[in-house]
T-cell receptor, first 111, second 115 residues
Framework: GIQVEQSPPDLILQEGANSTLRCNFSDSVNNLQWFHQNPWGQLINLFY???GTKQNGRLSATTVATERYSLLYISSSQTTDSGVYFCAVGPRMDSSYKLIFGSGTRLLVRP | DSGVTQTPKHLITATGQRVTLRCSPRSGDLSVYWYQQSLDQGLQFLIQYYNGEERAKGNILERFSAQQFPDLHSELNLSSLELGDSALYFC??????????????FGPGTRLTVL
């Protein structure tokens, strides 16, 4: 099945710093989503981005489907950005619309 | 708030018992998905329903079953519980099964602890 790899696995930033999180996937997809799991366990939708570029405030994401990767940019990080960031993909050749999750990037933003 | 509701938030039970987790999708969403998040397996897809019909199965144990009712809410039944079933169980919903837009929105999860 499709493989989803996220890097780096862990990231520690000082408040105000910028970061880039990467998601590589091994096959064509018809869905790609980025999530933030907060310390309370909630999965919060950040982007639905099977291709192209989107921005939402301090966050932006780019997916290059032909090269099978996606990037999540966090600018001017805040302590509330701490948590785990997941990339999840929906394999194009899969008849279901399930999401396959990467193992996440754990982010800690220090004040 | 994603619009997906799950009850209960927490569940503590003993090995061998049976529990039912409930999910109400976002208004208008026809697809419901169940996922399990455990420390050793990460986030894994369990099962999908679309408009009352089972559409896909993932790594769901035979001791687990689910259904989607006519009002589109869904229940996940876990029986003969084992310690390893302790996990966070998420429900997600999306507008449709097929089409150009099928973003999934997740509920807050049910944290199951099996003692």
């Amino acid at each position: 099945g499709i493989q989803v790899e996220q890097s780096p696995p862990d990231l520690i930033l000082q408040e105000g710093a910028n970061s880039t999180l990467r998601c590589n996937f091994s096959d064509s997809v018809n869905n790609l989503q980025w999530f933030h799991q907060n310390p309370w366990g909630q999965l919060i939708n950040l982007f639905y981005i099977p291709s192209g570029t989107k921005q939402n405030g301090r966050l932006s994401a780019t997916t290059v489907a032909t090269e099978r990767y996606s990037l999540l940019y966090i600018s001017s990080s805040q302590t509330t950005d701490s948590g785990v960031y997941f990339c999840a993909v929906g394999p194009r050749m899969d008849s279901s619309y399930k999401l396959i999750f990467g193992s996440g990037t754990r982010l800690l933003v220090r004040p | 708030d994603s619009g997906v509701t799950q009850t209960p938030k927490h569940l503590i039970t003993a090995t061998g018992q049976r529990v039912t987790l409930r999910c109400s999708p976002r208004s208008g969403d026809l697809s419901v998905y169940w996922y399990q998040q455990s420390l050793d397996q990460g986030l894994q897809f369990l099962i999908q329903y679309y408009n009352g019909e089972e559409r896909a199965k993932g790594n769901i144990l035979e001791r687990f079953s689910a259904q989607q009712f006519p009002d589109l809410h869904s229940e996940l039944n876990l029986s003969s519980l084992e310690l390893g079933d302790s996990a966070l169980y998420f429900c997600a919903s999306s507008p449709r099964e097929r089409g150009a837009y099928n973003e999934q929105f997740f509920g807050p999860g049910t944290r199951l602890t099996v003692l």
